[in-house]
């Protein structure tokens, strides 16, 4: 098993940043991808960003070019750089998980990630 516990959301104004961190924990040596979801009220959950094990990442599309991934595989730990956040950022995000190795094509799916967070709340406000 795997747990994941995301950290860093907050309160934000429009314009600034947030780094949000998920930290895995258990049957870590399984865990070859890792990503970042986000769900609005009233919205479906989408895709942000996912990273691999070689630290090769790819940003959903409708995510600008604000957002960054990153991982460090020594502490198990992936992270979200958001920055020039805007009201429409505001969500619960969510640390996925999955212990598939190829599957670069589908690594935006949500059904591909068998361990999630609870998820970190970002509210940006105007």
């Known amino acids: 098993q795997v747990q994941l516990v995301e950290s860093g959301g907050g309160s934000v104004q429009s314009g600034g940043s947030l780094r949000l961190s998920c930290a895995a924990s258990g049957y870590t040596n399984s865990i070859h991808w890792m990503a970042w979801f986000r769900q609005a009220p009233g919205k479906e959950r989408e895709a942000v960003a996912t990273?691999?094990?070689?630290?090769?990442?790819r940003v959903a599309d409708p995510v600008p070019g604000r957002f960054t991934i990153t991982r460090d595989i020594g502490k198990n730990t992936a992270y979200l750089q958001m920055n020039n956040l805007k009201p429409e950022d505001s969500a619960m995000y969510y640390c996925?998980?999955?212990?598939?190795?190829?599957?670069?094509?589908?690594?935006?799916?949500?059904?591909?990630?068998?361990?999630w967070g609870q998820g970190t709340q970002v509210t940006v406000s105007s």
């Open positions: 996925a998980a999955s212990v598939i190795r190829d599957m670069w094509h589908d690594s935006l799916r949500e059904d591909v990630y068998s361990y």
């Open positions: 990273i691999d094990t070689y630290r090769r990442s």
